[in-house]
């Protein structure tokens, strides 16, 4: 028999996704936003292999939905310092691309933007 109330006593273990840097052109305000950081996801033990086997695959799609999210981002969600929203919509698409498992959350660090 097996017990599937221990998965729920393991805890989740961390997954890197990527360190991301790049910049983003508003030709209406004549701004230019410089993005930095550092991705990390929750999973459970079980899902690890799958999702670091679809996070290799997948590393270009990842990384282009993860711009697109930021881009889209609302400064207010930006200047937020639990970045609650901007976490939220990355675990949504992020989570989106798996096939193999998904993250029961997404860890932003480093985290760093420039508006000029």
Do not use: C, W
Request: proline fraction near 4%.
């Amino acid at each position: 028999m097996v017990d599937e109330d221990a998965d729920k006593d393991v805890p989740p273990h961390e997954i890197a996704i990527g360190e991301y840097k790049f910049r983003a052109y508003d030709p209406a305000a004549n701004t230019q936003t410089k993005f930095e950081f550092t991705l990390a996801g929750l999973a459970a033990e079980k899902d690890i292999p799958g999702l670091e086997t679809e996070l290799e695959k997948k590393q270009m799609r990842i990384r282009d939905r993860v711009m697109i999210v930021s881009r889209e981002s609302t400064i207010e969600e930006l200047e937020d310092p639990d970045l609650v929203m901007f976490r939220r919509r990355l675990l949504k698409e992020v989570n989106r691309m798996f096939d193999e498992g998904e993250l029961s959350d997404i860890y932003v660090s480093h985290f760093r933007v420039k508006t000029r």
